[in-house]
């Protein structure tokens, strides 16, 4: 058999969420699987690391897909003539974007439809185009994979989709996420929350994170447990409509305890996880959320939003707050900071909750997905 797969977002140290999924489950399925040959097509340059084995036939065809009138013309032209010329038996978009222009039967992972919820989190062409292509993707795909049970409920329904049509792949956890010893979390303290324990969250700066209402429930919450000293820690790429973030900086009088490092590099990032008192992940619209999971894995208890896909993902292994409400966030901030016993019984509850997220299994059940379209 011979697999196309979209690899534009297999970009050397950009990886984001839908990257990772990409480069954790084809580098399994590639190698796994030595009898069928893979077609990986990006849209620039590639890095060779991620040739995962000797299997892949790497092909770069332009223009950089990066805006909504070159995904159509690479996805419509560029994609369909690859798809032609290697005589793929089936293609897998990691990212969802299919080539509706091509009959190869194909494979769809759509993560969530936050921009069906929200439109106006996005750019105005960018939603035009998420709005206007999608429902098409899902309905031309001859299989769906998502990430969640919420995700499938939502796309079936906004979609008008057979559910029988979606499967679920939950997400996993790189193996660099594990706890770490307290002379680590000390120096890691000191280097990125001015030597205080933290809160830290991580995802991109974009408006459904609800990083505005995280950083004002902070404020809240070091005003009135003066008792308590933490920093709060921010790992994230700024995106777009950032401007509510910079409002709420503005207006904290605790601004210096409020870090941002930008993008971290993944071992880094791991340290600063597993430093954390605690996640406090409070997004407005989350497919799944794979860093409730990262946080399992290092043994860091787990705040996060009671909406959507979260209270699937963590379970009993966390403590819930109404991101629309900053006393929720607040009082769930005062919980696991004021009881270690209920910290420590989320570690533990975490311990048990995490084994249901690896990557081996997510790789296994994405290559089930495809066999069934061939």
């Not at 097509?41 to 790497?58: G, H, K, L, Q």
């Not at 770069?60 to 009138?69: D, T």
């Not at 002379?183 to 933290?198: F, T």
Request: hydrophobic share 45%; glycine share 4%.
């Amino acid at each position: 058999m011979i697999v196309a797969v979209n690899t534009r977002l297999l970009i050397r140290n950009k990886l984001d969420g839908i990257g990772w999924f990409c480069f954790e489950t084809m580098s399994r399925i590639a190698k796994n699987h030595p009898e069928h040959s893979f077609v990986f097509i990006f849209d620039r340059p590639y890095d060779p690391a991620f040739v995962f084995s000797e299997n892949i036939i790497p092909v770069v065809v332009g223009p950089q897909a990066r805006h909504p009138f070159l995904f159509i013309l690479w996805f419509e032209w560029s994609v369909s003539r690859v798809l032609k010329q290697y005589k793929a038996d089936v293609f897998v978009s990691p990212d969802g974007f299919l080539s509706l222009s091509s009959k190869v039967p194909s494979l769809a992972v759509i993560h969530d439809i936050n921009f069906f919820h929200r439109p106006k989190d996005v750019p105005w062409l960018v939603r035009k185009y998420y709005n206007y292509f999608f429902p098409r993707f899902a309905r031309k795909a001859k299989g769906i994979a998502t990430v969640s049970s919420y995700s499938k409920k939502d796309i079936s329904h906004a979609y008008d989709i057979n559910p029988d049509k979606i499967d679920i792949v939950y997400n996993g956890a790189n193996l660099i996420y594990k706890p770490i010893g307290e002379d680590e979390k000390e120096k890691v303290k000191q280097l990125y929350a001015g030597g205080k324990k933290y809160f830290v969250f991580v995802g991109t700066l974009h408006p459904r994170k609800n990083i505005a209402r995280l950083i004002t429930a902070f404020d809240s919450f070091k005003r009135d447990n003066p008792q308590h000293d933490f920093a709060l820690v921010i790992v994230g790429n700024k995106m777009f409509l950032t401007s509510d973030i910079e409002r709420a900086l503005l207006q904290s009088t605790n601004q210096n305890d409020i870090y941002f490092t930008g993008r971290l590099e993944p071992s880094e990032l791991a340290r600063v996880m597993a430093a954390a008192y605690a996640l406090t992940f409070v997004p407005l619209f989350e497919g799944f959320g794979i860093p409730i999971v990262e946080a399992m894995y290092c043994d860091v208890p787990v705040i996060c939003s009671n909406v959507t896909s979260m209270p699937e993902v963590a379970g009993d292994a966390a403590v819930y707050a109404d991101p629309y409400n900053i006393t929720s966030i607040v009082d769930a901030m005062y919980a696991v900071a004021e009881s270690k016993a209920l910290h420590d019984d989320l570690i533990t509850k975490g311990r048990k909750q995490r084994i249901r997220y690896t990557w081996d299994r997510t790789a296994l059940h994405l290559w089930e997905s495809i066999q069934k379209i061939r």
